[in-house]
Every structure is written in structure tokens, then in C-alpha cells.
């Protein structure tokens, strides 16, 4: 049973009609006899004396039934009256008692139903509005954080830039001043030099005037007497150079801050993050314009699609080179890839042509996916890689996901990224990548830290963003969020379940292989059981794949034979 939060106390409701002898989709539920029925059930209920005035309404409209209660004073009684007076349930034999004579009654069912329908509107907010938006904003942040560490690397790349420029033009400024020195010492050298050479000429005239005085001293009296006096020239005057003085500039730390960029933070207030109102979400993904494009295309489609009243059989061809259809991908070319238990990936056209064949180590599960661009991804558990495969037939090493095994594979119809099931020998998890193969979440525990997956050999994901897994060690599908968070969990019809091949279509519907009973189950977006949309009566022996194309063709592959079907049960 699927078991979402708030079915769990009412019990699973069936989109089949409650006539035993009838197999039809029951569209309708009748509030009186508490039961889901067909149309042609419904005209004979109403034209029927005993029934022609129970309530009937669409099966989306009805009022849960009120969950079995003993009452406290009468055990063997059911409660089903509500005493407005003393504000408690009571069973038939109190209402009849003295205690409540006179009192005013309400019909708990309705109490109920009204309670039921507000409590599950709450849920609804919570999955639909409340948490994603919260989870968006979280996602705001954490982008927000890169921003802020970005921008303070590129201030302090900035600070860095400003600094070395100060510094550039500091060593500039500093070797010019030096180069002045030169020139200024340079000059008075010169000073120096032609006062040295004045003194120099000065010493050789008085030698050459001490040679003529001694020469005159030499001779007689009468020549000396004679001759004219000699005359000196005096010691030929010069200054002393003035040297430059250096003054030291006065500056400190706050001088040199001031030559340099200033950080502060803008005195504007805030900007409050944006919270959408509840009316105006419509979905909590985020889309491209060609994704909002695509999605109001689908959105479109719905307005006009609803379940057939029965499947039909479209048509069905063997697949070459493959012993078991395990499992089945449509790729946007209206081509299919399938794959056996003996390692064989093969691709046909839609009348069953090979068109190419790949051997594999695999051996079962969703171990491939037809991504977007026309391409294939798939894993390979022993080598714990994920390959792709181009529209061009070239093979790639893809994604490496260490000690983990990848089982399953999905790429998104929405945003193109891909989900892996993966496990190792204990423990097992689902994993997200971008379209680059860049990680970017596990999901492997619920909120209260179980563990949420065994072995998740099938997975999908659903038109609002929920990741669907086939989980074949706990015989389960596993249905949780975008954000990882857990949103149901079913297990079938049956004492035993054991879930296969899953996929998920335009509407939002959840199909899934049971291998025990030889079925196909329709669930709701909710995890929900709806109907059993294939079974023996349509011929089916060992169901295991399937896929639903973009012409909302459902493709089914089995075990021990190679052929693929091709059914229409959407209208």
C-alpha cells in the first residue's frame, strides 16, 4: 500500500470499479455505500429504488470514510455521532441514552470528511508550496553565499592590484629622486673637480715663480738691483659646495590608507528575499524558457488527455539481438533501446529494426536512459562508471562514482540532469549530476534518518520533480521530492510485491511492473493506487519494462521473450 500522510489513516482507495464482477476504471464513488464504480455502474446505482438518492460524485471528490472507533462505554458499538453539547463522539446506544436527550447532533462521517479534506490541504501546502519555496530560498542562499565569496575575492584581488600600483609607483617616484642624487652629485663633483684643477695650475706657477726667484737670487747685486720685481698672483679663491639635505617625508598608516581604496558597507537597506504567494506557485521547479515553453505544451495536453476506459493494443514487434526485454527507453527520435539479461543493449525504429547493438556487463535494472539530445547514458557497476553514447555512435567515459555501484539511470525530461540508483555492499542511495556530470546531491535518508533505499535496480522521475525508484530489496517504490525529501512509499496490493520496470507519464501517473502478481500498476502522483492498467487478461505473462514515449504510447518488455508492446490507454 502506499502509505502518504494523509491516506495512511483512511486506508488505499481504488480507481477500480467496486463491482466484483466488473473491471472497468471506476471514475466515480458512491459516499453511501463508500465505494469507487464505473459510469455504467453508477447510471444502474442511481436508477436502482434503494440507491437512486446516495451521493454520487467523481472519485477525486469524495468523502473518506470515517476509520472504525469502538466507544469507550459500549465496545462492541461503532462511533458515529458527534454531541455538539458535550463536544464528543458517541456510538447509537448513547445517543439514544438520557444522558444526551435534547442535544444537538452532527453526522461524524461529515465531521470527518470535512476534517480529512482540511488536513490534506494542509499536507498539500506543506509538499507543494511550503517546503519547496523554503527549500528554494535555501538554494538562494547557499547561491548567494558563492556571490558574496566572489565578490570578497575579487576586492582583495582588487586591494591586492591597488597596492602593488602604490608600490610601482613608489619605486618610480623613489628612482627618479635617486636619479636626481646622481645628477646633483654629479655637478658639485664637477665643482670640486675644476677647483682642484685651479689649484693645480696655481702650485705649477709658484714652482715655475720659486725657479725665476732663485735664479735672481743667484746673481750678482747689479743684475738683481736691475731687474724688474717680480709680482705673485694671489691663491685663487673658491667656495666650498653646499650639499643637498634630505628631509624625510612625515607620514604614518593612516596616510597610506588614505592613498588607497576604501572598503564600507552601501547604507542601503536590504533587499527581503522574495517569497512567491501560494496562489501564485504553480510548480516548485525552476525552468528554462524552452522548459516553460515544453511544460505549457504538456500543460496543454492534459487539458485534453484523460484515462481510457480500457487499454488497447497498438502493436508489437521482436526486438533482434536480445533474448528478454528487461528493460525499455524511448529516446525523442521515436526510436527504443532495449536491454536483456546477458549484457545486450540494442536500438530499433519503431517497426523493430536494429539500428545498433552495444554489449554491456549488465545484467538487469534501469541500467540505461535516452538522454535529451537523442543520446543514450548507462552504467557499468564493475567498472563503477557511467558511460554515454552520442547521437553519433561514439562512446565516452561519462561519470566515475568511486565505491559506489551504479544500478539505475535516468536523465531528466525537465532539466536534463541525471539520476543514478546506486549501492554498495550495506548501504544504497540515488544521486544526482548535472548534464556536465558535476554532483550535485545524494538522497539516501528520510527525515528521521532511515535508511531510505535497499536496492534501487528501476528509477524515474514525475512531471513535479519527484524521483521514483523500484526498489527491489524492500519491495518497494520509493517516491521522494526534488529536494530529497521522502513523500511516499508503496508496496502493493498484495501480501507480496516485488516492483520492476517504472516510468511516469504527461499526466503525472506512476506506472509500475509487479512481478509477482503479473501486473502493471497505475499509481497517482501521490504514491496512490489507481488501477491495474495491464494484467493476464491482456495477455501478460512476466512483465519487467517499461516507458511511456512523447505520444504517450505505453511500451511494455517481458521476460522470456524478446518482443515489445506497444499500448494506448490515454485518450
Not at 105 to 117: C, M, S
Not at 317 to 338: F, L
Not at 418 to 426: A, E, S
Not at 491 to 496: A, F, K, S, V
Amino acid at each position: 500500500m502506499a502509505t502518504t500522510s494523509d491516506e495512511q489513516a483512511a486506508g488505499q482507495h481504488y480507481l477500480v470499479c467496486g463491482n466484483q464482477d466488473c473491471q472497468r476504471n471506476g471514475q466515480f464513488y458512491c459516499n453511501d455505500c463508500h465505494q469507487p464504480m464505473c459510469e455504467q455502474c453508477k447510471d444502474e446505482h442511481r436508477e436502482s429504488p434503494d440507491t437512486k438518492h446516495h451521493d454520487i460524485v467523481l472519485y477525486r471528490q469524495r468523502k473518506h470514510r470515517l476509520p472504525i472507533e469502538k466507544c469507550k462505554l459500549h465496545p462492541t458499538k461503532n462511533v458515529d455521532i458527534f454531541c455538539r453539547e458535550c463536544k464528543s463522539p458517541l456510538c447509537l446506544k448513547c445517543f439514544l441514552g438520557k444522558e444526551h436527550k435534547g442535544h444537538e447532533f452532527d453526522d461524524l462521517e461529515e465531521i470527518y470528511a470535512e476534517k480529512y479534506a482540511l488536513w490534506q490541504g494542509e499536507f498539500s501546502k506543506i509538499q507543494k508550496y511550503f517546503l519547496p519555496t523554503s527549500e528554494d530560498l535555501k538554494t538562494d542562499i547557499k547561491e548567494d553565499v558563492k556571490e558574496i565569496k566572489k565578490i570578497m575575492e575579487n576586492i582583495r584581488t582588487s586591494m591586492k592590484a591597488e597596492a602593488e600600483s602604490l608600490k610601482n609607483l613608489v619605486d618610480e617616484v623613489t628612482s627618479e629622486k635617486i636619479e636626481n642624487t646622481h645628477t646633483m652629485e654629479k655637478s658639485l663633483l664637477q665643482m670640486l673637480k675644476s677647483q682642484e684643477t685651479a689649484y693645480n695650475d696655481y702650485i705649477k706657477y709658484l714652482g715655475e715663480m720659486s725657479d725665476k726667484f732663485q735664479e735672481y737670487l743667484s746673481t750678482t747685486n747689479q743684475k738683481l738691483l736691475s731687474s724688474e720685481i717680480l709680482k705673485l698672483k694671489t691663491i685663487p679663491e673658491t667656495s666650498k659646495p653646499v650639499p643637498p639635505v634630505f628631509t624625510p617625508s612625515q607620514f604614518n598608516k593612516d596616510n597610506v590608507a588614505k592613498l588607497l581604496g576604501i572598503l564600507n558597507i552601501p547604507n542601503t537597506e536590504p533587499e527581503k528575499r522574495k517569497i512567491q504567494p501560494m496562489e501564485a506557485v504553480s510548480t516548485p521547479m525552476k525552468f528554462t524558457q524552452k522548459q516553460m515553453e515544453q511544460s505549457k505544451e504538456k500543460s496543454d495536453m492534459k487539458q485534453t488527455l484523460s484515462l481510457s476506459s480500457s487499454v488497447t493494443k497498438v502493436r508489437e514487434y521482436s526486438v533482434p539481438g536480445v533474448d528478454h526485454a528487461y528493460h525499455v527507453s524511448a529516446d525523442k527520435s521515436g526510436r527504443v533501446w532495449v536491454s536483456d539479461d546477458g549484457g545486450n543493449l540494442v536500438q530499433t525504429d519503431l517497426q523493430g529494426k536494429l539500428l545498433q547493438k552495444i554489449p554491456t556487463s549488465e545484467r538487469d535494472g534501469g541500467y540505461h536512459t535516452a538522454t535529451q539530445d537523442g543520446g543514450l547514458i548507462y552504467t557499468d557497476r564493475y567498472k563503477t562508471m557511467i558511460l554515454r553514447i552520442t547521437p553519433f555512435r561514439r562512446i565516452t567515459e561519462f561519470i566515475k562514482t568511486g565505491d559506489w555501484e551504479p544500478v539505475s539511470v535516468h536523465s531528466s525530461h525537465i532539466n536534463g540532469d541525471i539520476l543514478v540508483g546506486m549501492k554498495t555492499d550495506k548501504k544504497a542511495k540515488v544521486t544526482r549530476y548535472n548534464k556536465t556530470g558535476k554532483e550535485i546531491q545524494n538522497i539516501q535518508r528520510d527525515n528521521q534518518g532511515q535508511e531510505l533505499y535497499k536496492y534501487p535496480h528501476y528509477i524515474t522521475e514525475n512531471i513535479n520533480g519527484d524521483i521514483c525508484t523500484s526498489d527491489i530489496s524492500k519491495r518497494t517504490v520509493v517516491g521522494v521530492n526534488k529536494s530529497g525529501q521522502h513523500r511516499f512509499s508503496y508496496t502493493g496490493q498484495r501480501l507480496e510485491f516485488c516492483p520492476y520496470g517504472i516510468c511516469t507519464d504527461v499526466l503525472g501517473h506512476i506506472l509500475v511492473c509487479d512481478i509477482v502478481s503479473k501486473t502493471v500498476h497505475l499509481l497517482d502522483q501521490d504514491g496512490g493506487f489507481l488501477s491495474v492498467i495491464l494484467s493476464t487478461q491482456q495477455g501478460i505473462e512476466y512483465p519487467r519494462g517499461v516507458c511511456v514515449d512523447d505520444e504517450n504510447n505505453l511500451y511494455l518488455g517481458q521476460w522470456l521473450t524478446s518482443i515489445v508492446t506497444v499500448y494506448k490507454y490515454l485518450q
